[in-house]
């Protein structure tokens, strides 16, 4: 079955430090595949698509099919990128988004 | 707002009620998205409208149905609710089913 696997609830960093959350996915064909973030009191916002390959707030991610992941990474994190974030994976004969379980990212002064 | 609006923001009800969810996309997204999010399931996939029409289903229960109007505001009945049932009920839209989800701010719902 499809399944979108965010190892970690919780990554802790201090400001400055650069940030890995690790995104790993089980799916066949040619996915899709997403970062969501959610700030504190916000709802659920688009960050990142593999297919735009572009950066977004100093994030990325890259697709490593051959690992089937999807890890967003920032060199230098700060305060305020402190939010949860969710990998999501769109199959290619389908429209619905499959979520990862999410990992807390907290950036400390 | 002329983003995702959901009404009500919390919604507080006991075991056996019924309740309905509604949603409105953004103006000119034809398709709607429901998703549920609790602690132990996490974010859910439960059932997608494109103009009007059901276009696919997820992990939704017999006990809840969900329909499309022509205007193309949504709504979400849960009914015989448990306490199970209890979640977030995030509500997203796009213009079309291949284009990025925009969500809404959820609705919260508590079965006592």
């Known amino acids: 079955a499809q399944r979108v696997t965010q190892p970690e609830k919780l990554l802790s960093v201090f400001k400055g430090a650069p940030v890995e959350l690790k995104c790993n996915y089980s799916?066949?064909?040619?996915?899709?595949l997403f970062w969501y973030v959610q700030y504190s009191r916000q709802r659920l916002q688009l960050l990142l698509r593999?297919?735009s390959r572009e950066s977004i707030k100093g994030f990325t991610a890259d697709l490593n099919k051959g690992e089937t992941s999807f890890h967003l990474k920032k060199p230098f994190a700060q305060e305020e990128d402190s939010a949860m974030y969710y990998c999501?994976?769109?199959?290619?004969?389908?429209?619905?988004?499959?979520f990862g379980s999410g990992t807390r990212l907290l950036v400390r002064p | 707002d002329s983003g995702v609006t959901q009404t009500p923001k919390h919604l507080i009800t006991a075991t056996g009620q019924r309740v309905t969810l509604r949603c409105s996309p953004r103006?000119?997204?034809?398709?709607v998205y429901w998703y549920q999010q609790s602690l132990d399931q996490g974010l859910q996939f439960l059932i997608q409208?494109?103009?009007?029409?059901?276009?696919a289903k997820g992990n939704i229960l017999e006990r809840f149905s969900a329909q499309q109007f022509p205007d193309l505001h949504s709504e979400l009945n849960l009914s015989s609710l448990e306490l199970g049932d209890s979640a977030l009920y995030f509500c997203?839209?796009?213009?079309?089913?291949?284009?990025?989800?925009?969500f809404g701010p959820g609705t919260r719902l508590t079965v006592l």
């Open positions: 997203a839209s796009s213009v079309t089913a291949s284009n990025e989800q925009f």
């Open positions: 799916y066949s064909g040619s996915p899709e």
């Open positions: 593999h297919i």
């Open positions: 999501a994976l769109r199959m290619d004969s389908s429209y619905k988004l499959i």
């Open positions: 103006s000119g997204d034809l398709s």
């Open positions: 409208y494109y103009n009007g029409e059901e276009r």
